[in-house]
């Protein structure tokens, strides 16, 4: 088995979950780059492996729950970027899961002699700490910076495109009849990131691999409240939407975990990314309003207007 060391731009670039959101952004941001990109896929003829095939990435059929499969994937690799499957069970998210498979993969880059590798996981909040929830994602993190040579960890916050309903499910995130509803108190700034700008991050990274060693980025490209939000989704789109915060009694029929992350919230353990200084490392950081400028406003149009439209 061969390996290639991370600055050989000719090699390809692992993008793991590349079906998924931040795989599939940060597969295409390397492709319009110019970079080879290798994607990892369980279906090769899902739609969305298709539409990668055709912009020009390589398919190759892996599973993180199949570590022999692993192998042949990285052979010959640059770089990796790495996003383990999210498993949930009856109780939450499976921790343990979740970590088992973000080690397999971080194993089969050691062993394939592949140096660096780009680790999306999840924004730690004011007190110090990870969300709620993330306790896989700190496992992955922790075993990264232990086995391999040039890592480096994105923790982005809440995906703006989490209104389009790619949320947390179960009523919450999301637009449902003019309303936008979730844990966030109305009138307090909630950060959020747009897809395309963890891509940005990731190819800034693969691009500089020394710069990017070891570091940690919490990723947010701006901080409206959410009522704020909603008033600019309604500007840009020309269809009213309001914020609801939900209760503390519909959190908690929502699950233990909704209603934890609720309690944290209000105590203040926010997201603290510090934007003005990533926007010194990207200075093309999206804020809301340039998101629903870029695409935003379009997709939520295309998602609402056929429910406004008379039966």
């Known amino acids: 088995m061969t390996s290639t060391p991370p600055t050989d731009t000719g090699a390809p670039i692992l993008v793991t979950g590349a079906t998924?959101?931040?795989?599939?952004?940060?597969?295409?941001?390397?492709?319009?780059?110019?970079?080879?990109?290798?994607?990892?896929?369980?279906d090769l003829n899902a739609p969305a492996a298709v539409e990668l095939a055709a912009a020009g990435a390589r398919l190759v059929?892996?599973?993180?729950?199949?570590?022999?499969?692993?192998?042949?994937?990285?052979?010959?690799?640059?770089a990796v970027f790495g996003v383990p499957p999210v498993t949930?069970?009856?109780d939450g998210p499976r921790a343990d899961l979740e970590a088992a498979r973000g080690r397999a993969l971080i194993d089969a880059a050691a062993a394939a002699g592949v140096e660096q590798v780009v680790f999306s996981t999840v924004a730690s909040t004011s007190s110090g700490s990870a969300s709620s929830g993330s306790e896989g994602k700190t496992l992955i993190e922790e075993y990264?910076?232990?086995?391999?040579?040039?890592?480096?960890?994105l923790r982005p916050v809440r995906f703006m495109t989490n209104y389009l309903g790619l949320g947390l499910g179960r009523g919450i995130d999301g637009l449902s009849n003019?309303?936008?509803?979730?844990?966030?108190?109305?009138?307090?700034?909630?950060?959020?990131?747009a897809l395309e700008d963890i891509a940005e991050f990731a190819a800034l990274a693969f691009?500089?691999?020394?710069?990017?060693?070891?570091?940690?980025?919490?990723l947010a490209g701006d901080e409206p409240t959410p009522v704020a939000a909603a008033a600019a989704i309604t500007e840009a789109t020309g269809i009213p939407i309001r914020y609801e915060q939900f209760t503390d009694e519909?959190?908690?029929?929502?699950?233990?975990?909704?209603a934890e992350t609720r309690k944290r919230w209000q105590a203040g353990h926010r997201w603290r990314a510090?934007?003005?200084?990533?926007?010194?490392?990207?200075?093309?950081?999206?804020?809301?309003?340039?998101?629903?400028?870029?695409?935003?406003?379009?997709?939520?149009?295309?998602l609402l207007e056929p429910a406004r439209r008379p039966s």
């Open 274 to 302: 510090d934007i003005e200084a990533l926007r010194v490392i990207h200075p093309g950081l999206r804020t809301l309003a340039d998101w629903l400028a870029e695409s935003g406003a379009a997709a939520i149009s295309a």
């Open 20 to 42: 998924g959101k931040q795989g599939g952004a940060t597969a295409r941001r390397l492709l319009a780059g110019g970079r080879q990109v290798r994607a990892l896929v369980r």
């Open 250 to 258: 519909e959190a908690a029929r929502l699950g233990p975990q909704i």
């Open 144 to 153: 990264l910076r232990d086995h391999v040579a040039l890592p480096t960890v």
């Open 207 to 218: 691009a500089d691999p020394a710069r990017f060693a070891g570091r940690t980025l919490d």
């Open 88 to 90: 949930f069970g009856p």
């Open 61 to 78: 059929r892996g599973d993180f729950d199949d570590p022999a499969s692993l192998p042949p994937a990285l052979d010959g690799v640059a």
């Open 178 to 193: 003019g309303v936008h509803r979730h844990l966030f108190p109305p009138d307090e700034p909630m950060q959020v990131i």
